[in-house]
């Protein structure tokens, strides 16, 4: 576990202080993450008493998780479903850079410009839907 990073915006109009948490990332190339982030997701978890968030963020409702932004400047912050754990965009957490991946997700959907090297868990849309079956991709 690891604690105590600061993340922002470009803009700086929204800061996040995040307490403890795991220091590792997982990455998602499903269509709704690609287009979300430009390319790939790759995020970290912090449960909700470990957040605490400055500044008017703007949320897009995307089926499977609300999707926090900021509405000055458009960088992504967060996933989460309400209640649950954040999934907090790695890059915008300077403290975060040396974070191992350890899962990747949807590898079968990944472009090319964009694939992981690494010891990690690989798991491709076949697998990743059969083990969550609420999740239906959308291309
Ligand atoms: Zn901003
Ligand atoms: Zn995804």
Redesign the pocket.
Known sequence: MAQGVEGR??????TIEVGIHRAETGACHCARCRRWSGVALNVFTAAPDQVTVTGEVAIYESEIAERAF?P??G?SLWLQNPGEDYEFMVGIFDGAKDYPLISEIYIDRAFASCRFAGEHTRSTQADYEAKHPHIAEVD
């Not at 915006?9 to 929204?14: K, M, S, T, V």
């Open positions: 915006c470009l803009c700086g109009a929204i900021c000055r400047c960088t």
